[in-house]
């Protein structure tokens, strides 16, 4: 049986289940957050050390105006509201991607990174305003500025998740087959799951029934 430390998920379909259940992109983004919770109970439950949570890409900016602010509202309410449980849950909750956001929402993120800093339970990389070539290209820059010797190692620890395993496992709801720009390096040898459901309609049960296909799944490694 494999171990599962760290599950990575792009969480897509939220547009199109508001659209066909409520008419609504927006509402589809609420139901989203509702399956988020629900992903974060069945982790702990499972043992899993860190969950990254693809929420917002560098890319998402071509959206409407009025979709870009009901995500943010989203996340400042869900922040405001839930910080405190999920800090005595011992969950940590980071944030990777580049924090250009208003001031007010970039201190409330700031003080939610620090007050789960100790936390060890679960690990929360929520990725925000992320792109992974931005990443990388900010990790070689830093690589060459510290005049240390160019490997893979070395670049690692210029990466937003530096100090953790790469993922074990990628689930991208919503059927569409690609990785729109999420951890283009630490996905190279991760275990891939393509769902058909869109992410509101993903559950508890879903979740369980690719952890334990990938629990079986003979990993190589390039090995044989
Ligand atoms: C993913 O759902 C959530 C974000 C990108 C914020 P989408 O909003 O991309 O949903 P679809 O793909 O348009 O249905
Ligand atoms: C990927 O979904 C980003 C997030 C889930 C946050 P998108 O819906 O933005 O991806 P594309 O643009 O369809 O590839
Ligand atoms: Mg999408």
């Given at each position: 049986m494999n171990p599962l430390k760290h599950v990575a998920i792009i969480m897509d379909g939220n547009g199109r289940w508001g659209l066909k259940n409520k008419n609504s992109r927006n509402a589809g983004h609420k139901a989203g957050l509702k399956t988020v919770e629900k992903i974060i109970k069945e982790s702990i439950k499972n043992k899993i050390r860190y969950l990254t949570l693809y929420a917002f890409s560098t890319e998402n900016w071509k959206r409407p105006k009025n979709e870009i602010n009901f995500l943010f509202s989203l996340l400042?309410?869900?922040?405001?509201?839930?910080?405190?449980?999920?800090?005595?849950?011992?969950?940590?909750?980071?944030?990777?991607?580049?924090?250009?956001?208003?001031?007010?929402?970039?201190?409330?993120?700031?003080?939610?990174?620090?007050?789960?800093?100790?936390?060890?339970?679960?690990?929360?990389?929520?990725?925000?305003?992320?792109?992974?070539?931005f990443e990388l290209l900010n990790a070689f820059k830093d690589l060459k500025k510290s005049n240390s010797i160019i490997n893979e190692k070395n670049l690692q620890k210029y990466l937003s998740t530096k100090d953790i395993p790469d993922p074990d496992l990628l689930i991208r709801t919503g059927n569409t087959k690609r990785l729109s720009n999420f951890l283009l390096w630490q996905l190279a040898y991760s275990e891939i799951f393509f769902e058909k459901k869109l992410w509101p309609d993903f559950n508890e049960k879903d979740y369980n029934r690719i952890i334990k296909k990938f629990r079986n799944i003979k990993r190589n490694f390039g090995n044989i």
């Open positions: 400042d309410n869900f922040l405001r509201n839930r910080i405190k449980e999920l800090h005595q849950q011992k969950i940590r909750l980071k944030i990777i991607g580049n924090k250009n956001f208003t001031q007010k929402l970039n201190k409330l993120l700031i003080s939610a990174e620090k007050k789960t800093l100790k936390n060890k339970k679960l690990q929360i990389n929520l990725a925000l305003n992320y792109g992974s070539k």
